[in-house]
């Protein structure tokens, strides 16, 4: 299947200072990727849709000025935390869709990335 | 809309004995039902899913899921647990192909195996 990764998978950062999440197709090209979040124990809540050369839309409630996504080629969309916060600590995780193969729908999901904010 | 319900935060078994996932979900259109499973801080990774077509579907690992819409159901069954089935699982609705539909997560299942 389609290989989906993130990096980096584990960060540990300041408070204040701002986190970068890359998330790559590997073997295909994704004009779509989704970021998620989740909490421990919890499920995954859709951030936001990310759109090679557009920008993102954002689910609500999700501050589009604190989590910044940018899809600039098919293969790599980035998410960065700016300012971060000890309440932005989480596991994020990127998807994507392989759309040129037989795939009815599938979501390829990256690693995850966890981040702690001290 | 679409949402999905997992009745049951936490189920534990005997290895060997059946697994039994709950999932039911609510679709204004056809739904593409996924069923994802997740080892501790890693991704999500397919077990199975159903698009159209036959409404019993096989996944990885022996597990097998059947589409009931009258029911409004996916549930997640395995004949006989193993100590590595173990995980988080987590199921899926999607309003149907395309490159940018939403997929929404249920709130996901823990499964324990007893020895």
């Known amino acids: 299947g389609a290989v989906v990764s993130q990096h980096p998978s584990w960060v540990i950062c300041k408070s204040g200072t701002s986190v970068k999440i890359e998330c790559r197709s590997l073997?295909?090209?994704?004009?779509?990727m989704f970021w998620y979040r989740q909490f421990p124990k919890q499920s995954l809540m859709l951030m936001a849709t990310?759109?090679?050369?557009?920008?993102?839309?954002?689910e609500q409630g999700v501050e589009k000025d604190k989590f910044l996504i940018n899809h600039a080629s098919l293969t790599l969309s980035t998410l960065t935390v700016t300012s971060a916060h000890p309440e932005d600590s989480s596991f994020y995780i990127c998807?994507?869709?392989?759309?040129?193969?037989?795939?009815?729908?599938?979501?390829?999901f990256g690693e995850g990335s966890r981040l702690t904010v001290l | 809309a679409q949402s999905v319900t997992q009745l049951g935060s936490h189920v534990s078994v005997s290895e060997g004995a059946l697994v039994l996932l709950r999932c039911n979900y609510s679709?204004?259109?056809?739904?593409?039902l996924f069923w994802y499973v997740q080892y501790p801080n890693q991704g999500l990774q397919l077990l199975l899913k159903?698009?159209?077509?036959?409404?019993l579907v096989k996944g990885i690992n022996g597990f097998e899921a059947e589409f009931k819409k009258s029911e409004t159901s996916f549930h997640l069954t395995k004949p006989s647990a193993h100590m590595s089935d173990a995980a988080e699982y987590f199921c899926?609705?999607?309003?149907?192909?395309?490159?940018?539909?939403?997929?929404?997560f249920g709130s996901g299942t823990r499964l324990s195996i007893r020895p």
């Open positions: 998807s994507a869709r392989d759309p040129a193969g037989a795939d009815t729908g599938e979501l390829f």
């Open positions: 073997d295909f090209q994704a004009t779509t």
């Open positions: 990310s759109n090679e050369g557009s920008k993102a839309t954002y």
């Open positions: 679709s204004s259109v056809p739904p593409y």
């Open positions: 159903y698009t159209t077509g036959a409404t």
């Open positions: 899926a609705c999607g309003p149907g192909y395309s490159s940018a539909s939403k997929i929404i």
